[in-house]
């Protein structure tokens, strides 16, 4: 049975940091390309970013690009979310996913396998 969960959510001020993490199993990790997205109150689901199989090569929507980075590590099979400079609008619910090897349209939800159920993220002003 694959499970992904993630931690690390909270609430955290504007400029703030924090880091989420992604825990695998029931899954070949390194088979699967993994991405976050997020929800936020009221909104459609949105593409965060997603890193490769390899590590090698990460992708970022334009909200997040620069002030978010992804990395992975093969031997906890685990995928972190680094998000530094954060604004109010960045508060969401935050899920990982795991796409096989790395589906064209990485940044589109229905590419991805299997998902996590989730952890808030609330930015004050």
């Known amino acids: 049975q694959v499970q992904l969960v993630e931690s690390g959510g909270g609430l955290v001020q504007a400029g703030g940091s924090l880091r989420l993490s992604c825990a695998a199993s029931?899954?070949?990790?390194?088979?699967?390309?993994m991405g976050w997205f997020r929800r936020a109150p009221g909104k459609e689901r949105e593409f965060v970013g997603a890193i490769n199989r390899g590590a090698g090569m990460t992708y970022y929507a334009d909200s997040v690009k620069g002030r978010f980075t992804i990395s992975r590590d093969t031997g906890k099979n685990t995928v972190y979310l680094q998000m530094n400079s954060l604004k109010p609008e960045d508060t969401a619910v935050y899920y990982c996913?795991?796409?096989?090897?790395?589906?064209?349209?990485?940044?589109?939800?229905?590419?991805?396998?299997?998902w996590g159920q989730g952890t808030q993220v609330t930015v004050s002003s």
């Open positions: 996913a795991a796409a096989y090897f790395w589906p064209a349209k990485i940044d589109v939800g229905d590419r991805y396998n299997y």
């Open positions: 029931g899954l070949t990790f390194s088979n699967y390309a």
